[in-house]
């Protein structure tokens, strides 16, 4: 009955990761630190779940390159606003979505962000598929992160569905582990090595074909 999807790598790709930080950090002669990698994590755990704003993290970030200018810093922020905004919809992912329901499914996502869900929304709609959505959930409102089994039990008590009668979408292995361990069937698209699933798929317009997802 339901169609739950992420929506990073499932629905929206972000091909020039690091593209206007990285020309920032040029411009001032700077380099990533080496545990840049660990602290961005652990900043992002933060903004995800709405423990640290979205402005705050950018910030932050940048004042881990030991930037301390206001300037620089405002820079640097907006540099790397700039590449969570520059993203490429996944081939097929509208016409597909619209497929899925025409033929009368709900569908809903269930996300990791730190940004109101309305950004993403409007990505969608410039392509035509963003008020189809019948549930959207947001770690950053949920407090919580896949594969905490509170973002997909939200999900499903939006739309009115037993975990038997959804499917969820994804391409991380812990939040298809999520899905599956509340009783969701699972559809694994660009997915990490040792993922295990209902179905795996290498194309999004795959989906309305996967046996699992007919009823």
């Known amino acids: 009955k339901a169609r739950f999807l992420a929506a990073g790598d499932i629905l929206y790709t972000r091909p020039h990761k690091d ?3 990285r020309a920032f950090l040029d411009l001032h002669q700077l380099e990533f630190p080496k545990n840049f990698d660990d602290e961005r ?7 995800f779940t709405g423990k640290l704003p979205r402005h705050g993290y950018y910030e932050q970030l940048i004042r881990f390159f030991g930037i301390s200018n206001p300037d620089l810093v405002s820079e640097g922020v907006e540099a790397m606003q700039a590449d969570d905004n520059n993203v ?3 081939c097929g992912a509208p016409e597909t979505i619209l497929e899925l329901k025409e033929k009368g499914y709900m569908l809903g996502i269930i996300t990791d962000t730190a940004m109101a869900f309305s950004i993403k929304l409007n990505w969608f709609d410039q392509h035509g598929f963003g008020r189809v959505w019948d549930s959207v959930i947001s770690s950053k409102e949920v407090g919580a992160r896949k594969p905490d089994p509170e973002m997909y039990q939200r999900a499903l008590t939006q739309v009115g569905v037993d975990p038997c009668e959804a499917v969820f979408v ?5 939040e298809i582990d999520g899905a599956h361990e509340i009783g ?3 559809i694994a698209l660009n997915y990490d090595p040792g993922t295990l699933a209902d179905a795996y798929i290498n194309d999004i317009r795959e989906i309305p074909k996967v046996s699992c997802l007919q009823g």
């Open 19 to 21: 593209q206007h930080l």
């Open 41 to 47: 994590k652990r900043l992002k755990a933060l903004a």
């Open 88 to 90: 490429e919809i996944i």
């Open 170 to 174: 994804g391409h991380k292995k812990a």
């Open 184 to 186: 969701m069937k699972t």
